[in-house]
C-alpha cells in the first residue's frame, strides 16, 4: 500500500518501503493505546461501514474499536438481518453504503475478489478483511508486527506456516508479507491440504512436522477450514492432531523459544493443543490480537489521508 493508494486490497505486490513505515505506525498506535492516548481527532467526521458477509469476532470488533479510537462515526452493518436477505446483490449494497458518504468500506467476503470488484465501484476507500482464499492483509500486518516486537526483524527469519494452507488467505497473505520483508517461509501440511505449485510463492514445502518444524523461529498454526471444503480432506479430528497439530512434543522440534502463532479463531484439539497455545512464554495468540487493533489504526490513519475522500 502506497501513501498515495485508494485501497488496501492485497498484500501481494507491496514492498518493504511500503510495508515498514505502516508496521512503524502501527507500532506508535501500540504505545497510544496502551496508554489511552489514541488521537480522537484523525477520523473525526469520517464514516467507516463494517460490511461482513462471513462471519468474524477479531477482525471486526478490531476494525470497529480502531475507528471509534481514532473518532470516526463507525456502522457494523448485519448482513445477517440486512436487505442482502431480499436478494440484494453485493455491488447494489454497496452502492447504497457509498451513497451515505461512507468513507471507509471494510469488507468480509467468501468469494475471492469481492473487495478488488468494490473497490472499482465506490468512493469509499475499500479495505480486504478476507475474501474467500485470497488474501487478509491486515491479518498479515498484525502478524509481521507481532513478529517483529519479539524479535526486531523479519529479515532472516524462518517461519513455518502449517496445517490447511489451502484455504488460507491468512497464509497466502502472510507468505507474501513475509518473503518480501526476507524471512523465509516453509509451508507444512498434508499433501491434499498444500496448494499445486506454492513454491511458485518463493517458500518451500513439508509435509512432515518434524522436518517442516525443523529449528524455524516462527510456528504459525492454521484452522482446518472445515466451511471451505467440498468434502473430506482429512481422515479424521483425533488422526490429524496425532500427526500436524502442534503439541509441546513437535514444538520442541522447533528453535528454542520459538514464537507460537494462531490467527484464530482455534480449535483446540485439532490443530493445536491447549498447553502450546496458552504457552506463556512461546505464545504469542493473544499479542497478535492486540496487535491486530494498531495495525487497524495505522491503516485507517493512511488511508484516510491519502484515500479518494482524504
Ligand atoms: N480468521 C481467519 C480468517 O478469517 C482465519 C480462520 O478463520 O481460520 O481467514
Ligand atoms: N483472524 C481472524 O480473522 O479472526 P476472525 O475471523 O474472528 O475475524
Redesign the pocket.
Known amino acids: 500500500m502506497l501513501p498515495t493508494d485508494r485501497h488496501l486490497l492485497a498484500i501481494e505486490g507491496m514492498l518493504p518501503p511500503q510495508i515498514a513505515p505502516l508496521l512503524d505506525l502501527a507500532e506508535s498506535y501500540v504505545l497510544l493505546n496502551r496508554t489511552g492516548t489514541a488521537p480522537r481527532e484523525r477520523l473525526r467526521g469520517r464514516t467507516l461501514i463494517n460490511l461482513f458477509f462471513e462471519?468474524?469476532?477479531?477482525?471486526?470488533t478490531s476494525f470497529e474499536l480502531a475507528g471509534k479510537r481514532l473518532g470516526a462515526d463507525v456502522i457494523t452493518m448485519s448482513v445477517a438481518t440486512s436487505s442482502v436477505n431480499k436478494g440484494e446483490t453485493l455491488l447494489d449494497t454497496a452502492a447504497t453504503l457509498n451513497a451515505m458518504q461512507c468513507d471507509l468500506l471494510v469488507v468480509r467476503h467468501a468469494a475471492s475478489g469481492a473487495p478488488a470488484l468494490l473497490a472499482r465501484k465506490v468512493e469509499a476507500a475499500v479495505i480486504n478483511a478476507?475474501d474467500g482464499t485470497h488474501e487478509?492483509p491486515t491479518?498479515a500486518l498484525l502478524d509481521a508486527l507481532t513478529i517483529r516486537r519479539r524479535r526486531a526483524t523479519l529479515e532472516g527469519l524462518t517461519v513455518a506456516i502449517c496445517g490447511d494452507v489451502l484455504h488460507s488467505r491468512?497464509a497466502r497473505s502472510n507468505i507474501h508479507l513475509l518473503t518480501a520483508m526476507g524471512s523465509r517461509v516453509r509451508v507444512v501440511g498434508p499433501p491434499t491440504l498444500i496448494p499445486a505449485e506454492i513454491e511458485r510463492l518463493g517458500v518451500s514445502v513439508h509435509h512432515d512436522m518434524r522436518t517442516g518444524l525443523a529449528g524455524v523461529d516462527v510456528v504459525m498454526m492454521l484452522r482446518l477450514q472445515q466451511e471451505r471444503m467440498a468434502r473430506g480432506l482429512v481422515p479424521s479430528a483425533r488422526e490429524y492432531f496425532r500427526f500436524y497439530g502442534l503439541d509441546a512434543t513437535k514444538l520442541a522440534w522447533a528453535a528454542p523459544g520459538a514464537l507460537v502463532m494462531h490467527?484464530?479463531?482455534m480449535n483446540r484439539g485439532v490443530e493445536i493443543s491447549s498447553d502450546v497455545a496458552d504457552h506463556p512464554t512461546q505464545s504469542v495468540i493473544r499479542e497478535q490480537v492486540e496487535m491486530g487493533v494498531a495495525v487497524r489504526m495505522a491503516v485507517l490513519d493512511v488511508l484516510s489521508r491519502h484515500g479518494a475522500n482524504g
Open positions: 462471519d468474524s469476532t477479531r477482525t471486526r478476507g487478509h491479518q491468512v490467527p484464530g479463531p
